[in-house]
């Protein structure tokens, strides 16, 4: 019982920080129908720059924070600009090949900065421990769960009662609408970028501090691949759930199942098989909206 | 095609024909005559550069038929590669098959996982279908993985040479001909197979997959048609890849190379044969050209890593720049430079085609 709870907890604590990943996804999708493979490549420049900020340099973990976020909003505002602008309008294969090439370039990047090595910040975040009953909860898995909730719930804030936000979901709604309005849509992309970057950094840091960074955590994106179509591809709410879902599940079933399989690491390939499943059988996911296509 | 003035089609058999004028006949001879005397006048290392070539010509043109016709966004190529590979290695090492027989057996089974994992297609599109074909790759290696007392897991597998009597291509150049004779025949055939009914079918479904439907395409049976063509492409490269290094692991099939495939198809041009020969052939090259100048960046003062990484940054760039410069391609710029020559010294725009 207590190995059930303590997989639960910290898949619990995975699927809050792939929720907080795929929102950064889905805001990005429904606001300029763009598919950001390079989210996990943000998630694992997050960890390097979270290694930089707390070990190289130092400073607490609010610091780091605050300017790894200030990094990820320039970082957003530059590759908007720079590689998603001349591309409105391109067909989807454009845009999705796009963002691959952005994947291959941010890990040419990571590797000739940080060398591509493991890196670890173990032991640096502050220690705080949870004790839940019998069981306790490691402090990089609480900061993990108070970080997380704390960035998920700014973030809805954000997009429900801002003028930003409002324009956001207008833009998602409408494009032609929203134009004649007077709203300048450049700016919603350029915006849903830099949160799709902050949210990929913050994750990253948080992550890094559990299992360490090196370029294979990009790795994490593909979990918010799936957690997305899961959820439902225009639907936050959706992530939120679907996210927490597949943390737990992947990692009781992981828990579980790994001593029996020969080769063992089931985690690896389970978003995958939840991917296959949700496409066949419920390609709009849990929450999303069902399109009619028209010719 | 363009052709130049005067060349007019009388029946229907010129009509269709690939290579209409005496100068077309002429370069096409030229360049197989060429291509196969390479072994006479280049080292080892061009040959073997040539014939991975050769490999990557074969299964992009599987891509191209799949992504450039049909439509049908795949990131998985790679991992159907891996299918052909190791169904030809085991049924050659374990089994004791000739390789003659074991690459057809390799080319069905990758078009039968090809025909699994392209199910999904029927009910999705766009992004959903690239995640699909993700998942795709990356089940297919946990899969080889798991089955180690067949594949060999992440040891490998040793795989034979294969051979015609007593005669085993070993030499670079045996094997630069075998190569060679199946990517020129693969082309012929890709070539062919998009100018059939099922082919044009293809394109149809690629403009409007709804349009196709309502014109009485059945949409069912061509996408299924369209994953199996290109993974028999695959099936077949990556067996010739394993049986060239004699060795099957998993490493040859990364989940990257599915991306740089794609990479190859939009550099030389979606939706054209050509296209995806020019591509594979010069995006290989920036790689050679990548292994030759990564070690002198150390000798100016760069980090050790910077060799590695450059290559990674060469690519995306690449694929940056043609995305935003040049979205259809260098076929397109070839094109465009052919029509200039055609009317130099006048500066009428030909037409262009789309």
């Given amino acids: 019982m207590t190995f059930l709870l303590q997989l639960v907890i910290s898949g619990f604590a995975n699927g809050m920080v792939y929720a907080l990943v795929a929102i950064g996804l889905v805001i990005i999708l429904k606001c300029s129908e763009a598919f950001n493979i390079a989210q996990g490549h943000f998630v694992m420049i997050g960890g390097y720059l979270g290694y930089t900020y707390l070990v190289e340099f130092g400073f607490p973990i609010w610091a780091s924070l605050l300017l790894a976020i200030a990094t990820a909003v320039i970082m957003g505002l530059v590759i908007e600009r720079l590689t998603l602008r001349p591309l409105v309008g391109q067909p989807i294969l454009a845009v999705i090949m796009m963002t691959i090439a952005l994947s291959v370039v941010l890990e040419g990047l990571a590797t000739l900065i940080w060398g591509g090595e493991y890196k670890s910040y173990h032991g640096v975040l502050p220690a705080v421990t949870l004790q839940l009953g019998e069981l306790s909860v490691p402090s990089e898995t609480t900061i993990m769960i108070i970080v997380s909730i704390i960035a998920v719930a700014v973030l809805m804030l954000l997009y429900r009662y801002t003028k930003s936000g409002l324009a956001m979901r207008a833009t998602a709604d409408d494009i032609q609408v929203v134009q004649s309005v007077g709203i300048r849509v450049t700016t919603v992309y350029a915006l849903s970028w830099v949160i799709a970057s902050v949210v990929g950094v913050i994750g990253g840091i948080l992550l890094g501090g559990i299992s360490g960074v090196m370029v294979s955590l990009s790795a994490v994106g593909i979990k918010a691949f799936a957690v997305v179509l899961l959820g439902g591809a225009n639907s936050l709410k959706g992530a939120i759930v679907a996210g927490i879902i597949l943390g737990v599940l992947e990692n009781v079933s992981a828990g579980y199942l790994d001593p029996y399989l020969p080769a063992g690491n089931l985690a690896t390939v389970f978003p995958f098989v939840v991917m296959l499943f949700v496409l066949v059988v419920r390609p709009y996911g849990l929450f999303g909206q069902v399109r009619i296509e028209r010719i | ?354």
């Avoid at chain 2, 290094?245 to 495939?261: C, E, G, I, R």
Wanted: glycine share 10%.
């Fill in chain 2, 1 to 354: 095609m363009d052709l130049p003035c005067g060349t007019f089609s009388e029946n229907y058999a010129q009509d269709m024909g690939i290579l209409r004028t005496k100068s077309q006949w002429i370069t096409l001879i030229a360049f197989l005559v060429l291509l196969f005397a390479c072994p006479l006048f280049f080292s080892d290392r061009m040959l073997t550069i040539l014939t991975i070539i050769g490999i990557t010509i074969i299964s992009v043109l599987g891509l191209s038929i799949l992504n450039g016709y049909c439509g049908q966004i795949s990131i998985g190529h790679a991992g159907f590669m891996a299918v052909g590979a190791y169904a030809s290695g085991v049924l050659c090492a374990k089994l004791g098959w000739s390789f003659w027989a074991a690459l057809p057996c390799a080319a069905l089974a990758a078009g039968a996982v090809g025909l699994i994992f392209g199910l999904p297609s029927l009910k999705i599109k766009g992004f959903y279908l690239v995640m699909a074909t993700i998942a795709a790759q990356f089940i297919i290696v946990w899969l080889i993985l798991q089955l180690r007392s067949i594949t060999g897991g992440a040891d490998g597998l040793a795989v034979p040479r294969p051979s015609i009597g007593n005669f085993v291509f070993r030499s670079k150049s045996s094997y630069f001909y075998l190569v060679m004779i199946i990517t020129c025949l693969g082309t012929f055939l890709a070539q062919n197979i998009i100018r059939t009914r099922a082919g044009r079918a293809f394109v149809a479904i690629r403009d409007n997959d709804l349009a196709a439907e309502v014109m009485g395409i059945n949409l069912w049976a061509h996408k299924l048609l369209a994953f199996f063509i290109g993974c028999v492409y695959a099936g077949v490269a990556g067996s010739l890849l394993v049986h060239y290094v004699a060795y099957a692991t998993l490493d040859q099939f990364p989940f990257m190379n599915s991306v740089w495939y794609l990479g190859m198809l939009i550099v030389g041009g979606m939706g054209n044969t050509t296209g995806a020969i020019l591509g594979v052939v010069s995006l290989k090259l920036l790689d050679e050209l990548v292994i030759i100048v990564g070690p002198m960046l150390s000798s100016f003062g760069a980090p050790p890593q910077a060799a590695a990484s450059l290559g990674l940054i060469m690519r995306g760039l690449v694929i940056i720049i043609f995305l935003i410069f040049e979205p259809r391609g260098l076929v397109h710029r070839w094109e465009r430079v052919k029509a200039y020559f055609r009317l130099w010294p006048f500066a009428y725009r030909s037409n262009e085609r789309g």
